[in-house]
């Protein structure tokens, strides 16, 4: 990925589970390729709606190897890190630059909370120093609401003037109007994503690239008007707030499994909880949102 190219919409893709627990890889492949059929121009995966913190060292390099086979090109894949230890975290960049991926999608260390913007800047040094000149396409992911860490302005000023083009792009899924729209006018040079889809289409119509989309599970053609026209869709406003009434993963995978015709999509790994219980209402919400709203 370079300055040049725009990012576009990627699909934070959910991860499925078989009933053993381990992951359904036939069924992951299946739904990255069908993801990029919809009209998404790449996946994320790894991500927060992917489980990422809850997949194993052992099982990354086995879906990477599935995927980069049966289903996308390496060039297509966003690969989220999820550790905290900078040497784990400098393991994974370098496994997922060895598979080639489209970009590096950097959340911060999440385990000691309060932490200063020094702390979160030296994190992030220590990591892009240790996988040295290999480094590339990091994207930084500020979502305070998982992380309890906020990526700050003064962080990515800082992470830009040290590290330069290895930096490109921010993730924003803070959820926060006026974070994002100082993010578009400070750093208009690089990817500015949108996480948030309530607030997509306004971003990119200020000059943001796209976004990486949990909703995009669900509706891809729909969520590709918002990240590359800036066209709002009241439909997908609505989902947002459906999916908001619930723990967001187990709501997203719920609704993957009614509209894939697979109950098994439903199931998640602890400490998360499946949303079976609350799945004929969230149905049913989905069928009046999307009948009431159509275009």
Known sequence: ???LERFGLSVALATPFNRDGSIDLVKLGEHAASSIEGGCDSVTVFGTTGEGASISAAERPQVLDYIGRS?????????CIAATAVDDAARQCRE??????KALLLP??????????DGVFGWYASLLERIGPNARDAILYNIPSVTSVTVSHDVLARLRAAFGGVIAGVK????????????LDAHSDI???VGDER???AAVRRGGQGAISGIANLFPAELRGLAIDGRDDPRINALVELVLRYPVVPAIKVLIAHM????EWSSVRAPLIDANGAADTLVKSLQVIMARNAA
Do not use: N, Q
């Not at 911060?108 to 913007?117: I, R």
């Not at 803070?174 to 993010?183: A, F, I, M, N």
């Open 191 to 193: 990817a500015i994503l």
């Open 108 to 117: 911060p260390p999440f385990y000691f909370k309060g932490v200063s913007d």
């Open 71 to 79: 289903a996308v090109k390496p060039g297509r894949v966003v690969i």
């Open 260 to 263: 894939s015709g697979h109950a």
């Open 199 to 201: 607030h997509l289409a």
């Open 96 to 101: 997922a630059l060895d598979f080639g991926c």
């Open 1 to 3: 990925m370079t300055a």
């Open 172 to 183: 924003d899924s803070g959820g926060d109007w006026s974070y994002t729209e100082k993010l």
